[in-house]
């Protein structure tokens, strides 16, 4: 008779399945009761198609595992930015692999964001992963930012301020303040010019309390010619040309006269 | 002959739950999840270990202490007393088994083709020495798969482009950029569009080493996709053949509990540990490898060797107990 058990367990499913309304809360349940069993094969699969696979095998191994160990904040990074950043095809047709490095992206920040609530106190530092990933995957693939539907600076500052939000630490306090330029040329690209300056504003305001009162000085007042030079008050052609020039003011270097 | 009905029939009462189980568990796994491989390997591994339980729980021998052992022991002839008899049993009910996870699975797995790999003529580096390599084309080609191992370079590292050309003329599709280790590029090819490929370095500074398996060439066409499924899921009965031919060789000194624990843990250490090609033979599969012109020969060469000579192993050491 106990031969009979896995049958008896079927049937009882499959009774439950057939009467039940919630077809899909009956599949669900099952699944999660059944998922266990092919954690033992998944460490090595995922090492295995790592390493001969495709990344969409890869990846779809990775989201097997991280739904059997939601809290794990770095696996769930390392594996979106895998997914999201090495899981190219090379030889596409450059629109198509605009299209698919977004769709990557999106898949890779919707795990992210899933992963979120489980993660905890890493919640700030999965949010500034999500910042990171999309400077990152617009940079290998800057196509992408047209179909993210926003500017991918002004997205990655959402993220971080939802991480800043949730009490992060100085870390991600410093990248807001020091990505100011990138975030303001975004808003201005898109007309907002207000806004800009606002944000502007809030990181001088911001560069004023940093720690290191010699950095916190220097950024603080290039921070102010900026927005003298973007408010077109600025009377120093000289140091304006010094600005343009400067590597961290690249993103505004065109609004800058 | 009665044995192995016995043993056959006995392997597919505890098999054939085993395998409506695993065939629940595809299905479930892959409505739920849209994929497929990690279910394959539970699919495949449940009737076998049903099957390898059975075998040790039916036929006496493969313990001290089961009942009826000493009767089988004197009816019987031969050292070894039916064990391989009740084995071939077994393998016989797990193929069955086996086979019909390969009907159920095979709509879930690409179409089979062989993937040749492909060797360069000269030292397979891509470096400032050298900076083009060529390989010979297999016919009825349609796709090449590029994964080049990435090396360190001597200078801050650029992504390497190349240049890929058949019979030497350049691909319409323009360079391909190599900026991870292991990357894997998949470049199309037009069926017959040559017989030699060659690599070019064009720019960038990561030196390339394209080791044994860093350039396939795929084949257009190959078998039917359940003949390819048969013949992965048919792997599985190695670690079965392994795992029969150790519970025989531990037979003398073995109750029946523990002789069931070893027989499972052979059988994880052969799937999980992937000391055998088991797990390898499905993964394959479910990539759409054709098993034939895989490496994997050897390593079931192995494994139905080891199987052997635990079994010969055990018919020695039988016989020298019984002098």
């Known amino acids: 008779m106990r031969q009979l058990a896995p049958v008896v367990t079927l049937c009882l499913f499959g009774a439950a399945y057939a009467l039940g309304g919630e077809a899909k809360a009956v599949e669900d349940s099952i699944a999660a009761l059944v998922r266990p069993l092919t954690l033992p094969f998944l460490w090595r699969s995922l090492a295995d198609a790592t390493a001969h696979g495709d990344p969409r095998e890869a990846w779809e191994a990775a989201q097997l595992l991280l739904e059997a160990t939601p809290g794990w904040a770095d696996g ?111 808003f201005l690209r898109a007309g907002d010019r207000e806004r800009a300056l606002a944000v502007l504003d809030e990181a001088i305001r911001r560069a004023g309390q940093q720690p290191d009162p010699a950095l916190a000085h220097e950024w603080r007042s290039t921070l102010l010619a900026v927005r003298g030079d973007l408010r077109g008050d600025g009377e120093d052609a000289a140091g304006r040309e010094l600005r343009k020039a400067d590597a961290r003011l690249q993103p505004l270097a065109p609004f800058l006269r | 002959m009665r044995t192995l009905w016995f043993a056959c029939r006995q392997s597919l009462l505890w098999a054939l739950p085993a395998t409506a189980l695993a065939l629940a568990v595809l299905w479930i796994g892959v409505a739920t999840t849209g994929t497929g491989t990690p279910w394959l390997h539970v699919a495949a591994f449940l009737p076998v270990v049903a099957s390898s339980l059975s ?228 993964t394959l599969c479910a990539r759409g490898h054709w098993l034939l012109t895989e490496p994997i020969f050897w390593p079931c060469i192995t494994s139905l060797g080891a199987g052997v000579a635990a079994m010969i192993a055990a018919m020695a050491l039988r016989a020298e107990h019984r002098r």
């Open chain 1, 76 to 186: 769930h990074t390392v594996f979106a930015f895998r997914y999201a950043l090495d899981g190219g095809d090379a030889v596409l047709p450059k629109a198509a692999r605009e299209v698919a490095a977004f769709d990557r992206l999106r898949l890779s920040l919707r795990l992210l964001e899933d992963a979120r609530a489980e993660c905890g106190k890493r919640e700030p530092q999965v949010l500034s992963d999500m910042a990171w990933l999309v400077e990152l995957a617009v940079r290998n693939e800057p196509g992408i930012a047209a179909h993210l539907g926003t500017d991918p600076a002004v997205l990655a500052d959402r993220y971080l301020e939802q991480a800043e939000a949730l009490g992060a630490g100085r870390m991600v306090l410093e990248q807001r303040l020091y990505e100011v330029p990138r975030l303001c040329a975004a």
């Open chain 2, 55 to 282: 075998a040790v729980a039916f036929w006496p021998p493969f313990a001290t202490d089961a009942r009826g052992a000493e009767l089988v022991r004197r009816t019987t002839k031969g050292p070894l007393h039916g064990m391989p008899t009740a084995t071939l049993g077994a393998l016989l009910a797990a193929a069955a088994c086996l086979l019909l996870l390969a009907v159920a699975a095979s709509p879930l797995v690409p179409e089979p083709r062989a993937h040749h790999r492909l060797r360069a003529h000269e030292r397979p580096l891509l470096d400032d020495g050298r900076i083009e390599l060529s390989f010979a084309l297999p016919e009825d080609c349609v796709e090449l798969q590029l994964r080049p191992v990435v090396l360190m370079p001597r200078a801050a590292p650029e992504a390497t482009s190349l240049q890929i050309a058949i019979d030497g003329k350049e691909l319409a599709a323009g360079p391909v950029m190599i900026f991870g280790d292991r990357q894997l590029v998949r470049v199309p090819l037009e069926r017959g569009s040559g017989t030699t490929v060659a690599l070019r370095r064009i720019s960038g500074n990561l030196p390339l080493w394209f080791d044994a398996a860093a350039v396939l060439a795929v084949d257009g066409s190959g078998p039917p996709r359940l003949l390819g499924c048969a013949l992965a899921f048919s792997v599985w009965l190695l670690p079965l053949w392994v795992t029969l031919g150790t519970a025989m060789l531990l037979s003398r000194w073995l109750r029946q509990p523990m002789a069931l624990v070893v027989a499972g843990v052979a059988l994880v250490l052969q799937s999980l540990g992937q000391v055998g090609p088991a797990t390898a033979a499905v």
